[in-house]
């Protein structure tokens, strides 16, 4: 699958073409994050599976508002079982903060990592939850700023694993301080 990108001019009533951002690779790339670096150039990171099957997250950079993309080094190179989208924001500080899940049927986990080159080279993974029981049907975070600075990244979770908890779904959040990881 190949990603597009389209452009409108009059609040969704009609799109022009822009551009592919990803290239056929035999596996899929679908939902990307996307964010704005400066007043020409675009980063979007997309959940990849790749011909051999392998989950990852995998990232593009414009520097022409979308017309052009050039493949960067993978952010997360393996969400594990059945991958994760990602959730990318652009820090008021600057850095950018990627959040995503890795789905394994022996305990997902939430994660970020963090980047200060504009999507270059990607700090090391950063666990924000783990070892209470998720099975591998959890994920689709969202991400956001709070005024305070903060972070809130926002999923939905299920203990299935955790044989003391009635097995279950819900919407979860961690909220983290990106200060704490500089």
């Known amino acids: 699958m190949i990603l597009a990108g389209f452009l409108t001019h009059d609040g969704g009533l009609s799109w022009d073409f822009i ?61 594990g079982s059945a991958g994760s989208p990602p959730a990318l924001i652009k820090l008021k500080e600057g850095r950018l903060a990627l959040g995503y899940i890795y789905r394994s049927n022996f305990g997902s986990r939430v994660h970020v990592r963090f980047n200060e080159d504009n999507g270059e080279t990607w700090k090391d993974e950063i ?26 990244m926002v999923y939905y979770w299920n203990h299935a694993l955790d044989a003391d908890k009635k097995p279950f779904r819900f919407i979860a959040s961690t909220i983290f301080d990106p200060a704490d990881y500089k």
């Open 19 to 79: 551009s592919y951002s990803t290239e056929e690779q035999g596996g899929f790339d679908i939902m990307p994050s996307s964010v704005r670096i400066s007043e020409n150039e675009l980063l979007t990171t997309i959940r990849t599976r790749n011909k051999d099957g392998m989950d990852l997250i995998s990232s593009y950079r414009s520097e022409d508002n979308g017309k052009n993309w050039k493949r960067l080094k993978d952010p997360a190179p393996y969400t």
């Open 127 to 152: 666990t924000l939850r783990s070892g209470d029981g998720a099975s591998r049907d959890v994920g689709y975070p969202r991400i956001a700023q709070r005024k305070d600075g903060k972070i809130v």
